[in-house]
């Protein structure tokens, strides 16, 4: 009898469960420590040049791209707190597995998503990229600071704020299976939030 | 001394004079324009509406303890809401009494007292002013009631869920509420012991008139087209099994679904109709959500039959139960309206959890939390966002000045198809504009109405 396949976390969601929100939220504690720090300046530039692709692609609305950066089982977490928090007993701004993602990304297509019609344009600052050792050993943490400039309705404004990605091993490369969005203005009523951040 | 002080007249007004023709501006089938965009009219509503009815405050989840506090507004005015030290609800005007300084700058905390930060006037969460630095500069008695905190003078909470009023004539809030606590019961007692926590919201802010806002929370006719982007989406891989609000594709008003106006500005929209009246009825409707396959397996192996009750504690109860102004119980939201200008609204969607009673067991709840929180993210996310485009865009159509009205005639005028029930209640199809022509009548007399406003201090 042949091994049944794994599930499709395009189209179910079975990882999403205990043990993932448990070590999302010990992975995203307490990490930022000089003392797990890699300063490596050709590793540097390497996550430095992943957080940079992120970013052009996202301006560019090049979503299949930026979602082939994600591990197929990956978080996009944008919490409401300034401290994160445990999602299982808060509410975030955004908590997409791939599937949701995928869902955020159709829903832009599908020419009827009224915030974003028309789109916006950003553009998009990533800097001060330091990269920290993870629990595991084929991961690694990073840490950007982000400006993103978003023309809609005819101003532009800023969003700011911090990102964590976890990225592993994959290949020669590596994927991105977490990155949390830590917005400035995360806890305060923020006007059309719905471009992907 | 009376601990009272009298509200005086609105901006509407001068001298003996009413500025405005509210017959005009507010007609059986129509709106004026100006209702939404002028200034005068704002400023009214901030003493008229917010303050002169009970209005929602806050969750008492937000304040368990003795001496906590949130930090809130009623209309504009910047509010301490606290339980004091001996557990009383206060809703303290955030403003010092000496110079109008705000005390508190947190959105939350535990406090017995607030200090100014200017001077450093000194008061307790009773609202009682209990030192001032240096008093010996001070001629007169510095005990005198003006000098306490001013307070909404009627707080009331309905099981959990306070609220504020200025109004001394006032009915008690469960009177006032009448026939929608009801339903609110049913909203809560689905949950174990009846009892829901606030845990942090999706927040939102935008460029228009509050009321666009509570014009929509009944409104069953907008979901098709200001929602048809989130209707795609959760049905991309549905095929015949519809999910989500799927119901409202096709002639809407042909579903057991209905809307219903209780009295006193407020309403709400029931779609537990169109669901199988069965365990897992709810839960058979969830679109997708994060980790839903994974829990519906988990609780099924755990928890045999029972599993999927425990899973309809994730769906989003297909329910809006609007509280004029400026409240809405949806899905397992708390919606609230913050006005910020006449132009410019928050729309704040408090997640709620639900609490272990013993019924479930400590991990159960974690779990049925963690499913129900992601089921929570959907709707703001992918709905909410397109509702909140709209209402900017009216703001914007609203400033064409000749073209006065704006509509909420549907479903008038049909023989048969609004109902006045024998308790006074009235009931129409789910896309009826019925919900929007009644709280425009209260909020006609609100605004026509000389009430019985004060602020209380301690006396």
Same mark, same amino acid.
């Given at each position: 009898?042949?091994?049944?396949?794994?599930?499709?976390?395009?189209?179910?969601?079975?990882?999403?469960?205990?043990?993932?929100?448990?070590?999302?939220?010990?992975?995203?504690?307490?990490?930022?420590?000089?003392?797990?720090?890699?300063?490596?300046?050709?590793?540097?530039?390497?996550?430095?040049?992943?957080?940079?692709?992120?970013?052009?692609?996202?301006?560019?609305?090049?979503?299949?791209?930026?979602?082939?950066?994600?591990?197929?089982?990956?978080?996009?977490?944008?919490?409401?707190?300034?401290?994160?928090?445990?999602?299982?007993?808060?509410?975030?701004?955004?908590?997409?597995?791939?599937?949701?993602?995928?869902?955020?990304?159709?829903?832009?297509?599908?020419?009827?998503?009224? &915030?974003?019609?028309?789109?916006?344009?950003?553009?998009?600052?990533?800097?001060?990229?330091?990269?920290?050792?993870?629990?595991?050993?084929?991961?690694?943490?990073?840490?950007?600071?982000?400006?993103?400039?978003?023309?809609?309705?005819?101003?532009?404004?800023?969003?700011?704020?911090?990102?964590?990605?976890?990225?592993?091993? &994959?290949?020669?490369?590596?994927?991105?299976?977490?990155?949390?969005?830590?917005?400035?203005?995360?806890?305060?009523?923020?006007?059309?939030? &719905?471009?992907?951040? | 001394?009376?601990?009272?002080?009298?509200?005086?007249?609105?901006?509407?007004?001068?001298?003996?004079?009413?500025?405005?023709?509210?017959?005009?501006?507010?007609?059986?089938?129509?709106?004026?324009?100006?209702?939404?965009?002028?200034?005068?009219?704002?400023?009214?509503?901030?003493?008229?509406?917010?303050?002169?009815?009970?209005?929602?405050?806050? %969750?008492?989840?937000?304040?368990?303890?003795?001496?906590?506090?949130?930090?809130?507004?009623?209309?504009?005015?910047?509010?301490?809401?606290?339980?004091?030290?001996?557990?009383?609800?206060?809703?303290?005007?955030?403003?010092?009494?000496?110079?109008?300084?705000?005390?508190?700058?947190?959105?939350?905390?535990?406090?017995?007292?607030? /200090?100014?930060?200017?001077?450093?006037?000194?008061?307790?969460?009773?609202? /009682?002013?209990?030192?001032?630095?240096?008093?010996?500069?001070?001629?007169?008695?510095?005990?005198?009631?003006?000098?306490?905190?001013?307070?909404?003078?009627?707080?009331?909470?309905?099981?959990?869920?306070?609220?504020?009023?200025?109004?001394?004539?006032?009915?008690?809030?469960?009177?006032?509420?009448?026939?929608?606590?009801?339903?609110?019961?049913?909203?809560?007692?689905?949950?174990?012991?009846?009892?829901?926590?606030?845990?942090?919201?999706?927040?939102?802010?935008?460029?228009?008139?509050? $009321?666009?806002?509570?014009?929509?929370?009944?409104?069953?006719? %907008?979901?098709?087209?200001? %929602?048809?982007?989130?209707?795609?989406?959760?049905?991309? =891989?549905?095929?015949?099994?519809?999910?989500?609000?799927?119901?409202?594709?096709?002639?809407?008003?042909?579903?057991?679904?209905?809307?219903?106006?209780?009295?006193? !500005?407020?309403?709400?929209?029931?779609?537990?109709?169109?669901?199988?009246?069965?365990?897992?009825?709810?839960?058979?409707?969830?679109?997708?959500?994060? !980790?839903?396959? %994974?829990?519906?397996?988990? =609780?099924?192996?755990?928890?045999?039959?029972?599993?999927?009750?425990?899973?309809?504690?994730?769906?989003?109860?297909?329910?809006?139960?609007?509280?004029?102004?400026?409240?809405?119980?949806?899905?397992?939201?708390?919606?609230?309206?913050?006005?910020?200008?006449?132009?410019?609204?928050?729309?704040?969607?408090?997640?709620?959890?639900?609490?272990?009673? !013993?019924?479930?067991?400590?991990?159960?709840?974690?779990?049925?939390?963690?499913?129900?929180?992601?089921?929570?993210?959907?709707?703001?996310?992918?709905?909410?966002?397109?509702?909140?485009?709209?209402?900017? /865009?009216?703001?914007?159509?609203?400033?064409?000045?000749e073209d006065e009205w704006v509509y909420m005639h549907r479903g008038l005028g049909i023989p048969d198809r609004v109902k006045t029930n024998a308790d006074g209640t009235i009931t129409a199809p789910a896309t009826d504009e019925a919900f929007m022509r009644e709280h425009f009548k209260?909020? $006609?007399?609100?605004?026509?109405?000389?009430?019985?406003?004060?602020?209380?201090?301690?006396?």
């Amino acid at each position: 009898m042949n091994a049944p396949n794994p599930p499709d976390p395009s189209r179910s969601s079975y990882y999403v469960n205990d043990l993932l929100y448990r070590e999302l939220i010990a992975d995203f504690t307490d990490w930022q420590d000089d003392t797990r720090a890699v300063n490596d300046t050709a590793v540097r530039d390497e996550f430095r040049r992943l957080v940079e692709r992120e970013a052009r692609l996202l301006d560019q609305l090049r979503y299949d791209d930026w979602l082939a950066m994600y591990a197929a089982e990956c978080v996009y977490w944008v919490p409401s707190t300034p401290y994160a928090g445990d999602p299982r007993r808060e509410i975030a701004v955004m908590f997409d597995d791939r599937r949701r993602l995928e869902d955020r990304i159709y829903r832009l297509r599908t020419g009827f998503a009224w &915030s974003q019609a028309p789109q916006s344009r950003t553009v998009r600052l990533v800097t001060n990229v330091e990269v920290f050792a993870a629990v595991r050993d084929d991961a690694r943490m990073l840490r950007s600071n982000f400006a993103i400039s978003e023309f809609w309705d005819k101003e532009t404004r800023t969003l700011t704020g911090w990102a964590g990605h976890r990225v592993v091993r &994959s290949g020669c490369g590596w994927k991105i299976t977490a990155k949390q969005v830590n917005l400035l203005e995360c806890d305060q009523a923020i006007r059309n939030l &719905s471009i992907i951040l | 001394m009376t601990a009272l002080e009298k509200i005086g007249a609105p901006p509407t007004r001068l001298g003996g004079t009413v500025l405005y023709d509210w017959e005009y501006l507010v007609q059986e089938d129509r709106a004026h324009r100006l209702i939404y965009t002028d200034p005068v009219i704002f400023a009214a509503e901030m003493t008229q509406i917010f303050g002169g009815t009970w209005t929602y405050l806050a %969750h008492e989840s937000e304040i368990p303890n003795i001496n906590d506090f949130i930090t809130r507004r009623l209309g504009l005015r910047p509010l301490i809401i606290a339980r004091d030290a001996e557990g009383k609800l206060r809703a303290l005007y955030n403003r010092c009494t000496h110079r109008g300084t705000t005390l508190c700058r947190f959105d939350k905390g535990n406090s017995k007292s607030f /200090q100014c930060p200017y001077h450093g006037w000194n008061f307790l969460n009773t609202g /009682q002013l209990r030192g001032v630095p240096w008093p010996d500069g001070y001629a007169g008695d510095m005990r005198d009631p003006k000098y306490n905190l001013a307070q909404v003078p009627r707080v009331e909470s309905y099981r959990g869920f306070i609220f504020g009023t200025l109004n001394l004539d006032s009915l008690p809030l469960i009177e006032h509420l009448g026939p929608i606590a009801t339903v609110i019961d049913e909203w809560l007692d689905r949950n174990p012991g009846g009892r829901i926590v606030v845990c942090e919201a999706n927040r939102f802010r935008f460029k228009a008139n509050w $009321k666009l806002a509570y014009d929509n929370s009944c409104d069953g006719y %907008h979901v098709a087209y200001s %929602h048809r982007s989130l209707l795609e989406t959760e049905n991309r =891989f549905a095929g015949e099994n519809a999910k989500g609000m799927a119901y409202y594709r096709n002639s809407p008003d042909t579903q057991p679904m209905y809307m219903r106006y209780t009295g006193r !500005g407020n309403h709400y929209k029931d779609k537990r109709p169109n669901l199988e009246k069965r365990p897992g009825g709810l839960w058979a409707l969830e679109s997708a959500h994060p !980790g839903m396959e %994974h829990y519906e397996a988990d =609780f099924i192996s755990r928890y045999g039959d029972r599993a999927f009750s425990l899973l309809d504690l994730a769906g989003s109860e297909p329910v809006n139960i609007n509280v004029f102004p400026n409240l809405s119980l949806l899905g397992n939201h708390i919606q609230v309206f913050e006005p910020v200008s006449v132009e410019e609204t928050n729309a704040i969607w408090y997640g709620t959890m639900i609490v272990d009673d !013993g019924s479930i067991g400590a991990d159960g709840v974690r779990d049925i939390n963690a499913l129900r929180m992601r089921t929570q993210e959907g709707f703001p996310n992918f709905g909410e966002v397109d509702d909140i485009a709209n209402f900017e /865009q009216i703001q914007r159509g609203l400033m064409a000045i000749e073209d006065e009205w704006v509509y909420m005639h549907r479903g008038l005028g049909i023989p048969d198809r609004v109902k006045t029930n024998a308790d006074g209640t009235i009931t129409a199809p789910a896309t009826d504009e019925a919900f929007m022509r009644e709280h425009f009548k209260e909020w $006609k007399r609100l605004m026509q109405t000389r009430a019985n406003l004060a602020i209380r201090r301690e006396p």
